[in-house]
């Protein structure tokens, strides 16, 4: 008689069996045990088993026997993830506007593969971000491994960078500089404000800029080696992204904040656990902070509203006062919809 072909995948089906249809809430009892096994064309005796037990629980998959009510049961209770950790990664994949629908699905369900069936289920159920709007280009995503590769290959590329632009009432994408190509060195990749960030050398500016990385199209690899190790050592990328809000360019300046006590995690959500306020006369605090001043920095100070002032430098407080007017302005033109 013919030896049954699917025997010799008995070791790797139990461990599927216990992966898969088991968890701490989950148990098997030897006779579940063999049916899951028939259902491969498998069959086992008793004895069998516990030695396939043994020898899964040496290769460190840690299946345990319990006593439940009159029967003996067994499940797996150590994995490389637990429950929690991979509810964190879940809502990650599923809150990220980089990522697409389709690919959050396809990584939802690789996550849901690292535990039970019934985890898994639950682990989908339970993931929900309201009001998520999703890239949907998923070239993006192999994008970032180009960059990547790029990175440890030690070689530069080549790109064109894309702005949005109308153009009869839709929305298309047109590179910017009439088409130039950007020749840069890649030297990191920066997760920052739900966007991907590629921090890299430029060769024809010779210093070190970032670039979005969905806003990258036409990637080249030029073959030739990466410049631009020692500006980019020069630094610190939690610093560097700390000044920038928006991830907005310019040239970082020392600004002085004042704001009441109650909205001092507010400072400290944005700029970290290193500022050392001092009490003002009236009960305000004061910190200062390196960032480079923009628009979005404006947009942060006025959603803070009135209690947050910059006490210096005057030019900075004087631009942020004209920017204000400006606006002011622009609604007044509009039929007096604001009064000075």
């Known amino acids: 008689m013919s030896r049954n072909p699917y025997q010799q995948q008995k070791l790797l089906r139990l461990r599927e069996i216990f992966l898969s249809e088991t ?20 069959s086992a005796e008793r004895k069998s088993i516990y030695e396939n037990i043994q020898t899964l629980n040496q290769c460190g998959l840690d299946i345990l026997q319990e006593r439940r009510g009159k029967q003996t049961v067994y499940f797996a209770a150590g994995r490389a993830f637990e429950t929690a950790e991979l509810r964190l990664l879940a809502d990650a994949v599923a809150s990220s506007r980089f990522i697409t629908q389709k690919k959050s699905a396809q990584l939802l369900a690789k996550l849901g593969s690292l535990t039970s069936r019934w985890q898994s289920a ?7 971000v309201a009001s998520r709007i999703k890239n949907m280009d998923e070239t993006i995503f192999y994008l970032v491994d180009d960059l990547n590769r790029a990175i440890s290959e030690n070689q530069a590329v080549g790109f064109h960078y894309f702005d949005w632009i109308s153009e009869q009432g839709s929305l298309r994408k047109q590179p910017r500089h009439h088409g130039r190509c950007y020749t840069v060195s890649p030297w990191q990749l920066l997760w920052q404000d739900e966007f991907y960030y590629l921090i890299a050398f430029d060769h024809r500016a010779q210093q070190i ?8 199209g036409d990637l080249t690899f030029t073959g030739e080696p990466r410049t631009g190790e020692e500006a980019f050592r020069k630094i610190h990328i939690e ?5 920038l809000f928006g991830m907005f360019g310019g040239e970082t300046r020392r600004i002085a904040l004042s704001f009441p006590p109650r909205l001092l995690e507010v400072m400290v959500d944005r700029f970290g656990k290193a500022l050392a ?8 605090l004061l910190i200062r902070v390196d960032l480079i001043p923009s628009m979005p ?9 009135s209690e947050v002032e910059i006490t210096e430098p005057e030019d900075l407080r004087n631009e942020y006062c004209a920017a204000l007017r400006r606006a002011l302005e622009r ?7 604001c009064t000075k």
């Open 277 to 284: 306020p001092q009490p003002l006369p009236g009960g305000k």
């Open 331 to 337: 609604y007044g033109e509009g039929g007096g919809l």
């Open 239 to 243: 610093d560097y992204t700390a000044r």
């Open 122 to 128: 639950a682990l989908r159920r339970q993931v929900y």
């Open 23 to 42: 968890d701490e809430t989950h148990a098997l009892t030897m006779e579940e045990i063999r049916a899951h096994l028939a259902r491969f064309g498998i």
């Open 209 to 216: 800029r970032h670039y979005r990385v969905d806003r990258i």
């Open 297 to 305: 920095f404006y947009g942060w100070l006025f959603s803070l509203g």
